[in-house]
């Protein structure tokens, strides 16, 4: 059976999903809140290490997904559109978030190692823990809200792709996630697994009906 850019984008936004949301599980419910002491910081580290290496692991696996996800989902876009101006823009939203997201785990998992060897001092790791923070959640909102207002606006302007309810719910969100509440530490990646998932589960469902 051929594959369409629907049916892509759908399959490859489930799997980017669901090895994203996995390896976060493994060891984000554990995640200190801002704030936190130092030595708390570096306990963290300490007692989750291979847990970390495991959840970074899966979750940059799921970016390979999640480009070929964007890649697909570009054409979807842009054949809706009859242009590829804001279906670009969602899909270079996608990429920025993704570049954020490969420094947040990268980080995270260098401070894992490094913890295991006892190579890692409390400044350290409070300064490594708080540039993951901002990668995985400022820095990657607003390539996330880029994504879900281009995708948005396409999908309410042409009445194609999605169906209205979800078109409005991305649109909201993708300006939630240039604002100030995407600071928090969590919001961006629930965002992802959340926008992906809707989603690619509309497109698999269009493409099958």
């Known amino acids: 059976m051929r594959l369409t850019a ?6 490859a936004g489930i799997v980017a999903a ?15 809140e801002d704030g936190t002491p130092v030595a708390e910081v570096l306990d963290f ?39 590829d101006v804001l279906a670009t823009t969602a899909f270079g939203g996608l990429v920025l978030a993704m570049a954020a997201g490969i420094g947040a785990e990268s980080i995270n998992m ?5 913890s295991r060897d006892d190579d890692l001092s409390a400044e350290l790791a409070q300064s490594l823990f708080e540039t993951s923070q901002i990668l995985g959640s400022a820095a990657t909102g607003v390539g996330l809200g880029a994504f879900a207002l281009a995708t948005a606006a396409v999908a309410l302007r042409t009445r194609a792709v999605l169906p209205r309810w979800i078109a409005v719910g991305t649109g909201v ?37």
């Open 45 to 83: 580290y300490r007692d989750t290490d291979d847990r970390i290496v495991v959840g970074a692991t899966l979750s940059l696996l799921s970016i390979a997904a999640f480009l070929w996800f964007g890649a697909a989902f570009r054409r979807v876009l842009a054949d809706a559109e009859g242009s």
């Open 173 to 209: 969100l993708g300006a939630a996630l240039l604002s100030p509440l995407a600071h928090v530490n969590w919001v961006a990646g629930a965002a992802l697994v959340l926008i992906t998932g809707v989603i690619s589960a509309a497109l698999l469902r269009e493409s099958a009906a």
């Open 18 to 32: 669901l090895l994203f949301g996995v390896g976060s599980a493994i060891w984000g419910l554990d995640m200190p």
């Open 6 to 11: 629907e049916r892509q984008a759908g399959v």
């Open 110 to 114: 260098a401070a894992a190692l490094r």
